[in-house]
């Protein structure tokens, strides 16, 4: 009789347990998917083969990836070359561990006489020995490569159907605006989302706030690069990136019907081989997307949404935005300690901005100078659980928040982890 009775009671719970899982196989919950989205191989300037670069990712637990190189896709026949007779290092080494990992029943080598050719996969060949559903995605992409005579302008398209080759223009705004005008017309003829933000815009000191804040279309930049070269931090003279962001969501959002920006943090990584403070490596700087499946449209969505973070290593276990506050909680680390800044621009402030000099005293390219009202800091915090309350008076609200951890492999030496919460636009 007891025995009856305990396999009546296993067998009710298995159909209950069976019933949850085709309630919850039914109706999936979001959930938060890591991944970067700015990458180089030797398909252009990286200096690693596509597919280890994306095993390095997967064996790193990101979530999905995307490698962008500069004016490129990944399709077709290209070839690494080694010459005996004048071996390059770094391509040896290359080549010595692509061997390796995977095998001569993967690697395509030819030999002629003194030179060694090793063929590159196109990404519909590699992504197949990566790919899983709901475990890792790879997002075709390109870093769309252009200048306005001296100044880069370097825009990310990920999720494209074909190339975008760089369009030029008249100005560094006109340089852009083309530029994501071709992505938005591609992304309406495939009828699929593609994906375009602006990258590093202290490289090379390219691009203003100003420039960048009227360009239609473009809802995406990188707060946080992880390339050394790109003066994140900007410097005596130049804002940072973080303080450009302020300054577009300031001009654009004064308007009620002015488009949102929102902040992304990359790799853009490029060296494989050397991990330190100095090199362009993978690991520094990547979003966070909530969305509950993992697929280039669900990704994309999500993030055109807001439904993301950026960060270099603080995690952000939940976000929750309602029509009065702002509030999210830190994934607390033993022994960590957590700095939260809510920061905006409030709807009665100065606006006023003047030119920065050149060395002969003449209005110089360089993003203007504003007052402290624009990215004003409005409440700061230690808590693991921070919370903000509007007070109507706000155009916009996003936080910063900044970990006593230093990056194990920062953009640079006294990096400290952080991650930067999407603004929000509180009623009006």
Known sequence: MKQAIMYT????????????????????QPRWW?????????????????????????????????LSDHNILARGDKWVELDKNKPDREIAEAIRKYRAKFGPSWVEEQTDGD?????????VEYRTRFERPDEFLMIEGEEITD??????????????????????????????????????????????????????????????????????????????????GVFNYGDANHPSAERMWDIILARRLVKTDGEIMFGLATDDSHEYHEYRVGKVNP?????????????????????ERGDFYATTGVEISQIKRTSHSLSFTIANEPGVTYKTQFIGTELQHDGNSEPRLDADG????????????IGKVLAETDSTRPSYTFTGREIYVRATV????????GFAKD???????????PPR
Not at 285 to 294: D, K, N, P, S, T
Not at 402 to 409: Q, T
């Open 147 to 228: 200048a306005y005579k001296e100044l880069p302008v370097h825009l990310n398209a990920s999720n494209l159907r074909e190339l975008i080759p760089p369009q030029g223009g008249n100005s560094v705004y006109e340089v852009m605006q083309r530029n994501v005008d071709m992505v938005l017309a591609q992304r309406t003829l495939a009828g699929r989302p593609i994906l375009v933000h602006l990258n590093h815009p202290n490289f090379r000191w390219g691009v203003t706030a100003e420039d960048l804040a009227k360009v239609r279309g473009e809802r995406f930049f990188e707060v946080y690069n992880g390339h050394p």
């Open 9 to 28: 009671v296993i067998a009710a719970w298995l159909s209950l347990s069976t019933a949850a899982a085709a309630a919850a196989a039914e109706n999936p």
């Open 115 to 123: 030179k060694t050719r090793v063929r590159l996969k196109p990404l």
């Open 283 to 303: 690991g520094r700087g990547w979003v966070m997307v909530r969305a509950v499946h993992l697929t280039p449209e669900a990704i994309i969505n999500a993030m």
């Open 362 to 373: 003449k209005p110089a390219y360089i993003t203007r100078r504003y007052s402290k009202d």
């Open 34 to 66: 890591k991944g970067n989205l700015h990458t180089h191989s030797f398909w252009s300037d990286g200096n690693d083969f596509p597919d280890m670069i994306a095993a390095w990712y997967v064996e790193h637990g990101y979530d999905f990836l995307a």
């Open 402 to 409: 900044v970990s006593s951890r230093p990056h194990p492999n």
């Open 415 to 425: 990096d400290l982890e952080t991650a930067w919460i999407q603004p929000v636009i």
